[in-house]
């Protein structure tokens, strides 16, 4: 299958949008959707202080690349080593992470507490929360990453995954639904 942009053979067919992507197209797409995300949570600020959240390797290295290439002509942002010291935490949650969150808390009736809890005193972002773990991995193997993945488990996830099979839009639905029901409890 040959990318929807250009000539080179594609590395992955995104369902929802529904383009072939080759690999120099797939990161492109990935930056642009990742820095579109924090720019619609209020963007990076000059004097930030960033402290990254972890919380899987490959995740955190491929939020590293993005952050390195975002970050690289600006000198006015210090990443710190603790979260209280930050003025902004960044996170590698992913699209499947925040849509697996919300459905799981649907379904044991915590949404309550989902969106409460989920507003911390410190601003969070998570760029890659509109980008799906498939094209993180991608993105991470493009960049080097040369281990192997493993795979997430637990029901809540293996039922989103299979339901996005034929619905290819439901992560993404669920993740908007997350954020207007974040912003409804501000």
Request: net charge positive; proline share 3%.
């Amino acid at each position: 299958m040959k990318c929807s942009r250009c000539a080179d053979e594609a590395v992955i067919f995104q369902k929802a949008s529904g383009a072939a992507l080759c690999r120099r197209h797939l990161t492109a797409d990935i930056e642009s959707r990742a820095k579109k995300e924090i720019r619609n949570k209020g963007g990076i600020s000059s004097g930030e202080r960033i402290y990254i959240r972890s919380s899987s390797p490959v995740k955190t290295l491929a939020l590293r690349i993005f952050l390195s290439a975002l970050f690289l002509k600006r000198s006015d942002i210090v990443f710190v080593r603790e979260a209280s010291a930050a003025s902004l935490i960044i996170t590698d949650e992913t699209l499947d992470d925040t849509a697996a969150d919300l459905l799981e808390a649907v379904l044991n009736g915590t949404v309550s507490s989902y969106v409460t809890g989920k507003t911390p005193e410190t601003r969070t972002i998570s760029p890659l929360s509109v980008i799906p773990d498939e094209e993180i991995v991608l993105y991470a193997q493009h960049h080097g990453w040369k281990q192997e993945v493993p795979q997430e488990t637990g029901e809540t996830r293996l039922f989103l995954t299979r339901f996005s099979e034929e619905r290819p839009s439901a992560k993404f639905a669920l993740k908007n639904t997350a954020d207007k029901l974040k912003e409804i409890c501000k």
